[in-house]
């Protein structure tokens, strides 16, 4: 079956340190991946994206590595902030479709002063 | 500059009711996606419009369905509510064409339907 599994407990992270973000997917072909930021009560924002023939993509303080192979995506924040406490949503765009993206359930992730 | 504008935020509704959710895309943008969020979960796929015509569905019922207007913004209607259907319904945006999502979509913050 397809799936998108993101870590399913939440992430408490020291202020200060990375925190890393995995997004595993089977039995999908994505043509790009996307990452992104969601505050309670609000919508999705759009933090970065990374083509299936890219390996790594940074974005100030964010990083993001996709493994084909691995069928994986690691999303990094350096020198994390309290103010970077949010859930992180994993979404892929298949190449059989042009219109739709389909998202992991999200880590949420907290960052302690 | 506006981004997506949803209204209302929040709606509750009786079981058997119909619902209509409204969105206006981001200045610029001419390609609705809407989506179904419930607790705990990523965003799920309904439909998308383009040139004011379904351009794909996802997994849900007919009883979900859409309006695209010349001016772009979009309607979302549900039919036959079911207790199932209280979730955080949200509307995204992007320019269309082959690099469709390239630069990310736009969300609005969402309408929070509740079916009691």
Known sequence: SQKIEQNSEALNIQEGKTATLTCNYTNYSPAYLQWYRQDPGRGPVFLLLIRENEKEKRKERLKVTFDTTLKQSLFHITASQPADSATYLCALRLYSSASKIIFGSGTRLSIRP | ?116
């Open chain 2, 1 to 116: 500059d506006a981004g997506v504008t949803q209204s209302p935020t929040h709606l509750i509704k009786t079981r058997g009711q119909q619902v209509t959710l409204r969105c206006s895309p981001k200045s610029g943008h001419d390609t609705v996606s809407w989506y179904q969020q419930a607790l705990g979960q990523g965003p799920q796929f309904i439909f998308q419009y383009y040139e004011e015509e379904e351009r794909q569905r996802g997994n849900f019922p007919d009883r979900f369905s859409g309006h695209q207007f010349p001016n772009y913004s979009s309607e979302l209607n549900v039919n036959a509510l079911l207790l199932g259907d209280s979730a955080l319904y949200l509307c995204a945006s992007s320019p269309g064409g082959p690099r469709q999502g390239f630069y990310g979509y736009t969300f609005g913050s969402g309408t929070r339907l509740t079916v009691v």
